[in-house]
């Protein structure tokens, strides 16, 4: 980034290379889709000269957790050192969002070690990412895939039953966190060369529903009930996180010393009064 005049240094933000889940899966037989990641990097370090102090990546959490177990069984919780363990020599098969994001990622710090550039990274790994949407909304295409299987798809009939239904994972974070969480990255000198998971709290189909039927009772004849007091399905064990470690770099950063996260709640019900306007009732 170059240096404009009245500043003495800059950041760079830029999303990894998946930023939309993808629904087809990887295997060591299938093509590999080119990352970008390194090459840049390396136009970041080749033009971005002194004035760029930080790099800021944004990831996704499915870097992070196992995806042959997350959900079969409780594990141990995840931290920012774990690694979705998946590898193209045993010819896993997983979906090819996580084998995009985990590559894209690794490829950076990689290149961070290997290159030692001026700026430093920080790379931002959030889980189901919920909440308002920022871009122009014309119609019920215009939802985003992540908003609509945790939230929309509750609401215009493609649910009609809870029994069945589940996510791929089970912990969100607000968008609007998410946002804030770049913008303090961008100062904060505990961010620095760090893993920041963001992990607001446990997400899954029945406390969804259970949130729109409380909040929006107009809704109620569309939304499935299902059993309100079981939230995770019974054969369902996500495993936990452990995100001390983030929670304390995110709490420097912020304006008060403190970080609190955007509830479930909140997040959803603006969600969804964002998406009724646009005719997604039929």
Known sequence: MPKDKGHTSASLIIPSESSTTTSYLYSRRAPIQKFRTTEILRAAHHFGGPS?????????AVSVLNSFEDLPRQGRPYTEKDWNPF?????????????SNTRA?????QFMEKAKPGFDLTGINPDI???PMIHPIHGPKSINETKHFAIASFIDGTHKRIEGVTFL???????RDVARSHVDALKNPAAANQRV???????????VVNTIRQNFPSLKDRVPEGNPSQVLPSDVHPTGWDTRISLDILAKGSRDGRQEYIEL??????????????????
């Not at 590898?87 to 084998?99: E, M, Q, S």
């Not at 990622?105 to 710090?109: D, M, S």
């Not at 994972?169 to 968008?175: A, I, L, R």
Request: proline share 5%; net charge negative; aromatic share 10%.
């Open 52 to 60: 760029l102090r930080r790099f800021v990546l944004l990831g996704s």
């Open 87 to 99: 590898t193209i020599a045993r010819n896993d098969t997983v979906p090819g969002y996580n084998v």
């Open 105 to 109: 990622e690794a490829a950076a710090w």
């Open 129 to 131: 990412i919920t909440g």
């Open 169 to 175: 994972f089970y912990h969100f974070v607000d968008v």
């Open 197 to 207: 998971l963001l992990i607001a709290g446990l997400i899954s189909p029945q406390l």
């Open 265 to 282: 709640e909140k997040s959803i019900i603006d969600a969804v009064n964002m998406i009724l306007p646009i005719g997604i009732l039929g």
